[in-house]
């Protein structure tokens, strides 16, 4: 085993996460490389992915997982998952500070907003600043999942997102509704909210040469990339492309899904029942090159997000990455996906299925539209949306909490 031992002068940071492993979470792992890259020392404590150790060291990071609970159930299972997640956590956390002395800065993300009483603990004991890196609005999310549940598990929701935030020093929001959230909901300060989106690496996501076996047969593809939850609307695809194949008669259009969730045995056992194994394909989570394949074959990306209180103000970062791949999207007409896609998107009356299916279709047949807006894509990832812009305010914030001068940053670039 390899223990990372911190130099001199880093300043050490604790990055728990609870929903995805590390580095599967993008986010997560990209936020890692840009501390260390700056000259902090980062540990990560995070559920394990299959095959993963207990202890690790990637790249410089020092990960500390626990094996995930996830009982389901329904709201029953969230709270017992929410609680296991809560104890494993702090175990290790209590291990990485023994292992290696005090965390200056301590960054929780959510879902779910339950790890304040930690950073409390390690205030207390050392001083430690808070970070919380907001990713979902749970109380969001918990209306999206159980539209017809009890206001009570709502209102408990709220109280635990407010505290999350006013225990916090400095809030990071994915987007400008997540910012004005901070602000108007739970009373933070403008100035401790910071908008850090999860822009794509245009150096790591960008389209290579198309792969024939990836079409399976077909003239062109369309992809899906990322969670499959039931906030996510993968049973969209599957609809989708039981309407193009079965009703429009288009058996040229094949589709691939990659990414796994707690709807994945569903949708999988949609498809079948429908009689789609020929046309919609499921991967599982694949390795990045398996998604680089697929991306620089598929001809569109699909962001089937339905609208409802969650994704409507949230950045689907799917979105942005077939934009990184020079994809056109087709998207329900949702806030903050315009705000992401702008030009290098078709927008779909929400929820609407059958709209949905024949916006794939007229994009797979319009190739000279599906060029431009690729071309509009790929450009509004390089110049804006892309992870170096966005990494140079994420590390502003932490050399703001410490008091890291630009000079003292510079000298570990």
């Not at 390899?2 to 990209?30: C, H, K, M, S, Y």
């Not at 997982?65 to 929410?82: I, L, T």
Request: with cysteine; hydrophobic share 40%; aromatic share 8%.
């Amino acid at each position: 085993m390899v223990r990372r031992t911190a130099a001199a002068g880093e300043p050490r940071v604790l990055i728990i996460v609870q929903n995805l492993p590390v580095p599967f979470d993008r986010r997560v792992w990209l936020e890692s490389k840009a501390l260390m890259a700056a000259g902090y020392d980062v540990t990560v404590v995070c559920p394990k992915a299959p095959g993963d150790p207990a202890y690790h060291v990637v790249d410089g990071a020092a990960l500390h997982k626990y094996r995930p609970y996830a009982p389901g159930g329904g709201r029953a299972g969230f709270f017992v998952e929410y609680v296991y997640s809560f104890l494993a956590t702090l175990r290790l956390v209590l291990r990485a500070r023994r292992r290696g002395g005090r965390f200056r800065v301590l960054q929780a993300c959510n879902p779910p907003d339950i790890f304040w009483p930690i950073a409390l603990l390690l205030r207390w004991l050392d001083g430690t600043l808070f970070v919380f890196d907001h990713h979902d609005l749970c109380p969001e999310l918990y209306r999206s999942r159980f539209p017809d549940g009890p206001a009570l598990p709502y209102r408990g929701l709220r109280a635990l997102e407010r505290r999350t935030h006013r225990t916090a020093d400095h809030v990071i929001s994915t987007n400008d509704s997540y910012r004005r959230i901070a602000i108007e909901r739970s009373g933070k300060s403008p100035d401790d909210v910071t908008v850090v989106r999860t822009g794509p690496d245009p150096d790591k996501l960008k389209r290579g040469n198309a792969d024939e076996p990836c079409l399976r047969g077909h003239r062109h593809l369309a992809a899906y990339i990322g969670v499959m939850g039931p906030q996510d609307g993968v049973d969209v695809v599957v609809r989708a492309a039981d309407h193009v194949v079965h009703t429009l008669g288009r058996k040229d259009i094949g589709f691939t899904l990659i990414g796994s969730g707690d709807s994945y045995d569903e949708v999988v056992a949609l498809r079948d029942e429908l009689g789609l194994r020929d046309h919609v394909e499921f991967t599982g989570r694949a390795p990045d090159d398996v998604v680089t394949r697929v991306m620089s074959t598929a001809d569109v990306g699909l962001s089937p997000d339905p609208k409802n209180p969650l994704n409507d103000v949230s950045t689907m970062n799917k979105t942005m990455e077939y934009m990184a791949y020079g994809l056109p999207v087709v998207a329900f007409d949702l806030r903050e996906t315009r705000v992401s896609a702008g030009d290098a998107a078709v927008y779909v009356r929400p929820n609407d299925v059958r709209l949905y299916a024949e916006a794939v279709v007229d994009l797979a047949d319009d190739e000279p539209r599906r060029t431009r807006m690729a071309a509009l894509g790929r450009d509004r990832v390089e110049r804006v949306l892309a992870w170096p812009h966005q990494e140079r305010a994420y590390v502003a914030v932490y050399d703001r909490l410490v008091g890291r001068t630009a000079v003292t940053a510079e000298a570990y670039a």
